[in-house]
């Protein structure tokens, strides 16, 4: 057993990675956060609407179980069921945690906290700190790790990237390769554990929601190294999204929350001021088709509703691709105080003050409710074993994964609010994991011979020297483009096999052009381009997963929207039925009692769940995802047919 | 406006921290919606100067591009602001662009504002709590300092206020605005404010609030809105108070 301080390398400065350097300080560990930029920069910023917790504020009845139902219902019932309850039941404890470290969240009267509501719930169990939520989560657990740093517990590697994991002979990460992004010079750093905190992978479309920096490449790194990449093909199309020539900014689901209704001119083509568009010629769609949710069903149904709108039925506001997102029968002052940061952002953008006149909005890659592989230990009774060093880890030992870079907690789609709350909640429920795999290992890195790293250090540092003579026709970043071009064009909201077919081919022919790169920046100083081009290698290879799963997996479930397997639910079904069916079928019972087209429709349903209700495993072998399935816990609710009308 | 054809940025470069710098200029063809970002990613997919010489693309810091993250900073036509809400249409013809004056380059438009984070430890700005574990409700705050804190809160610490002031050098110790602001974040905070006296022993001394020259441009430059002179002053009056404490207490 290690007797000295563990070490642990977390490898990202958002939410995830932030809430895991705290607790593993608190732990007594040593930490090394590496970061491309200053710990602030991160894309949790980003995050704006709030964070989900079932406190029951304002007593509708509220409950950690409904808020699991909830997540588990909203994810179309792909999530592993032990660790979305703990998740859901840690959650009120986090929120006072972050109300505790000084978190400016919005207050009610008495000087408590304030929630709202959020898509595919009934309940107001979303608290927030106006419209940057995430933004002040993100400051106020940096300043708890600026803390520790403080006290001499933390090294910041700002500025630094991570190119892969150090593996030693018997398969365990022992460290990790980093390249420092001024020095441009490649080494190691020795650890008990590297947790990947790194984030989403919205660049692989290039033009999303996402930062920058959420290339996915350190994930797909370790797919790379032999790491499993889970449910790869489930990506979040959010609804609602300003346009623009290098990112769709998001405009947060809270604007919905806080009231904001969805709708198009009645008459295709109206060219009206929509002011002047009187109520009963403006058509509120969702409203119309789900009365019980309204405007915040949850994010894939809502993106499905935009695009049958302006594609199908062609009636996006002025012939595009658009519909509004209206707010202003709400008053200004209310909008600035619980929405101003998200309001003043489309005003900067667009000219136009949401406040005075309904935003233009459509639908945007925003979330990979795909990524690592990461495991989990359920006790006897169920629940989750918090000390069990399974926990988060990846299929290699030693490497951990924690927030978006994980894969297991929002199933086929996420409902808005959660992903706050799955990062902070597998930064600080992971610390323990990470501290007993380091109690438990019978070798430390210090006895690992140092021809490992070695070795690891020489392998990047020639594949860069590689890469900055690559002296081809392609230029990296157009080629990017394209790439983002292949994946819009094939997978997003609305799926078809020979779509997706092209799209493999396309994907394979970017791959081809790949190798006809040119390293367009000779500077030895801060060099961002060998960098890049390495990113730009592994969002190829993530782009192979995320199509190649969506081209196997022949149904419809959640964001993977494929109208050929849609089941076709009769309108006048009630999932409740459906559990009706189960018990009546169990126990032997006649079953032909149900309405015209339902018990077709369960069988359907239930045939289909025996199938396709598996996580996508992803493992990289000759040169290809090898695509595998795994059976989901289903242990708590049973998987029944998703309704919100 | 629509009218432009094209859109010529002229560059501040610069290859390493103690290279002498340059200027080159680009010629990128006009679109609907573009900002300085959209433009400087056309240059990375055809870096070639209006002259038609292949060169380097620009290096310059960004990432969230909807001005939360306070990475992209630079100096755009003489301000400094972000690059990512510069938009095109709104600008005067050519556009320049420059790195940040006030801390060290380290390639074109990238500079090292490690300063401010360093700062950030200096004035202890944080909560101080006894640990993560749950230990019930924070204290109760009522919204309406709820809403003074969060909108100090938005500091992105992305330096314009630095860049901007006359006080802040690259050779002196000059805390500045963005740091004076958030001792004023964590003095109005219940538990945060138990570290009152260490935040304003911390900006009493050399760099302090007492070398600030008033010039007020700070809160001009802002890209976020936040009051730094109303920090700045209260921070004063702060200390005024701790100084006539530290007389009768020593």
């Known amino acids: 057993m290690v007797q000295r301080r563990k070490k642990v390398i977390i490898i990202g400065g958002g939410l995830a990675g932030l809430s895991a350097a705290m607790k593993l300080c608190e732990r007594n560990a040593d930490v090394v956060i590496v970061s491309f930029q200053n710990l602030k920069r991160s894309h949790s910023v980003c995050a704006q609407g709030g964070i989900n917790a079932a406190v029951?504020?304002?007593?509708?009845?509220?409950?950690?179980?409904?808020?699991?139902?909830?997540?588990?219902?909203?994810?179309?019932?792909?999530?592993?069921?032990?660790?979305?309850?703990?998740?859901?039941?840690?959650?009120?404890?986090?929120?006072?945690?972050?109300?505790?470290?000084?978190?400016?969240?919005?207050?009610?009267?008495?000087?408590?906290?304030?929630?709202?509501?959020?898509?595919?719930?009934?309940?107001?169990?979303?608290?927030f700190a106006g419209a940057t939520t995430g933004q002040q989560l993100v400051y106020s657990l940096d300043e708890q790790v600026r803390r520790y740093e403080h006290d001499g517990m933390v090294e910041r590697l700002e500025w630094h990237e991570y190119l892969s994991a150090v593996i030693d002979d018997q398969g365990v990460c022992r460290g990790a390769v980093l390249q420092d992004l001024r020095t441009n010079k490649i080494f190691t750093v020795k650890g008990d554990v590297v947790i990947l905190a790194t984030g989403g992978p919205g660049q692989v479309y290039v033009r999303s929601t996402n930062s920058v920096v959420n290339t996915g490449a350190a994930a797909t790194t370790a797919y790379l190294q032999g790491a499993k990449y889970g449910n790869g093909e489930f990506i979040q199309i959010h609804p609602t999204a300003i346009p623009g020539q290098d990112k769709l900014r998001l405009m947060s689901e809270s604007a919905r929350g806080e009231g904001g209704r969805v709708w198009v001119p009645r008459k295709a083509g109206d060219t009206r001021n929509p002011l002047k568009i009187p109520e009963a010629e403006r058509y509120y769609f969702l409203e119309e088709n789900y009365p019980l949710y309204g405007n915040l069903v949850p994010r894939d149904v809502a993106s499905?509703?935009?695009?049958?709108?302006?594609?199908?039925?062609?009636?996006?506001?002025?012939?595009?691709?658009?519909?509004?997102?209206?707010?202003?029968?709400?008053?200004?002052?209310y909008l600035q105080d619980r929405?101003?940061?998200?309001?003043?952002?489309?005003?900067?953008?667009?000219?136009?003050?949401?406040?005075?006149?309904?935003?233009?909005?459509?639908?945007?890659?925003?979330?990979?409710?795909?990524?690592?592989?990461?495991?989990?230990?359920?006790?006897?009774?169920?629940?989750?074993?918090?000390?069990?060093?399974?926990?988060?880890?990846?299929?290699?030992?030693?490497?951990?994964?924690?927030?978006?870079?994980?894969?297991?907690?929002h199933g086929a789609n996420r409902l808005g609010a959660n992903s706050l709350l799955s990062c902070i909640y597998t930064g600080l429920m992971m610390s323990r994991a990470v501290i007993n795999f380091s109690d438990n290992l019978n070798k430390s890195y210090e006895d690992v011979p140092s021809t490992v790293f070695e070795q690891a250090e020489s392998q990047w540092v020639s594949r860069f020297k590689e890469i900055k003579q690559m002296d081809g026709s392609e230029n990296p970043y157009q080629l990017h483009k394209d790439l983002g071009d292949v994946m819009m064009a094939g997978a997003l909201i609305v799926r078809d096999n020979s779509t997706l077919e092209k799209t493999v081919a396309s994907v394979k022919d970017i791959e081809t052009r790949f190798k006809d790169v040119k390293c367009v920046d000779t500077n030895n100083w801060a060099n961002p381009v060998p960098s890049f081009i390495n990113q730009l290698h592994c969002m190829i290879e993530l782009s192979k997963i995320i199509t190649k799963g969506a081209l196997l997996r022949d149904e419809f479930r959640g964001a993977h929207y494929k109208p050929e397997f849609d089941l076709q639910q009769p309108k006048n079904f009630d999932p409740y039925e459906y559990i009706d069916y189960l018990e009546r079928k169990k126990n032997g019972e006649e079953v032909s009692i149900y309405p015209e087209g339902h018990l077709e429709y369960m069988e359907r349903f239930e045939a289909n769940n025996k199938k396709w209700l598996k996580s996508t495993i992803a493992e990289y072998k000759d040169n290809e995802p090898a695509i595998s399935y795994e059976d989901i816990d289903t242990s708590i609710l049973t998987p029944r047919p998703r309704k919100y009308d | 406006m629509n009218a432009r054809k094209s859109v010529r940025l002229t560059v501040k470069r610069q290859s390493a921290p103690a290279a002498e710098p340059y200027w080159e200029s680009f010629d990128i063809p006009w679109k609907p919606r573009a900002n300085i970002i959209s433009c400087l990613q056309d240059i990375q997919c055809r870096p070639v100067t209006a002259e038609g010489k292949d060169v380097n693309p620009i290096a310059w810091d960004c990432n969230c591009l909807e001005e939360v993250c306070g990475s992209c900073t630079m100096v755009i036509n003489g301000k400094v602001r972000q690059a990512c809400t510069a938009l095109i249409d709104q600008l005067e013809l050519p556009i320049y662009l420059e790195p940040m004056t006030k801390f060290p380059t380290q390639r074109d438009l990238q500079v090292d504002r490690s300063r401010i984070f360093e700062n950030l430890k200096k004035v202890k700005a944080w909560v101080p709590i006894d640990g993560s574990h749950d230990q019930g409700e924070g204290p109760v705050i009522s919204d309406q300092t709820r809403a003074q804190r969060y909108v100090l809160s938005e500091c992105m610490s992305c330096g314009c206020c630095?860049?901007?002031?006359?006080?802040?050098?690259?050779?002196?110790?000059?805390?500045?605005?963005?740091?004076?602001?958030?001792?004023?974040?964590?003095?109005?905070?219940?538990?945060?404010?138990?570290?009152?006296?260490?935040?304003?022993?911390?900006?009493?001394?050399?760099?302090?609030?007492?070398?600030?020259?008033?010039?007020?441009v700070c809160v001009e430059v802002c890209p976020k809105n936040i009051p730094l002179t109303e920090s700045i002053a209260d921070i004063g009056r702060q200390t005024t108070l701790q100084t006539i404490k530290n007389i009768f207490q020593k």
């Open chain 1, 56 to 127: 029951d504020a304002k007593n509708e009845g509220d409950t950690p179980e409904k808020h699991f139902y909830d997540t588990i219902k909203g994810g179309d019932f792909l999530a592993h069921q032990p660790l979305v309850r703990d998740m859901c039941h840690q959650a009120p404890a986090i929120i006072h945690l972050l109300d505790r470290i000084g978190v400016a969240f919005n207050r009610n009267e008495e000087g408590r906290l304030a929630f709202r509501r959020f898509g595919g719930t009934l309940y107001s169990r979303t608290a």
């Open chain 1, 304 to 333: 499905r509703e935009i695009y049958e709108i302006v594609y199908n039925k062609s009636m996006g506001v002025g012939g595009e691709p658009m519909v509004y997102l209206d707010l202003t029968h709400k008053s200004e002052e």
């Open chain 2, 162 to 216: 630095l860049e901007a002031c006359p006080q802040f050098s690259l050779d002196n110790k000059f805390m500045g605005a963005a740091t004076f602001s958030q001792v004023r974040l964590f003095n109005l905070h219940p538990t945060g404010a138990m570290h009152t006296e260490e935040r304003l022993e911390a900006v009493m001394g050399e760099g302090g609030i007492t070398d600030c020259g008033n010039a007020q």
């Open chain 1, 339 to 409: 929405l101003g940061g998200i309001l003043d952002i489309y005003r900067k953008f667009t000219g136009d003050d949401p406040k005075k006149i309904p935003m233009r909005i459509f639908p945007a890659v925003h979330y990979s409710m795909g990524g690592l592989w990461t495991d989990y230990e359920r006790d006897s009774a169920g629940f989750i074993d918090h000390g069990s060093p399974r926990n988060q880890s990846t299929s290699i030992p030693g490497l951990y994964a924690a927030g978006e870079a994980d894969y297991q907690y």
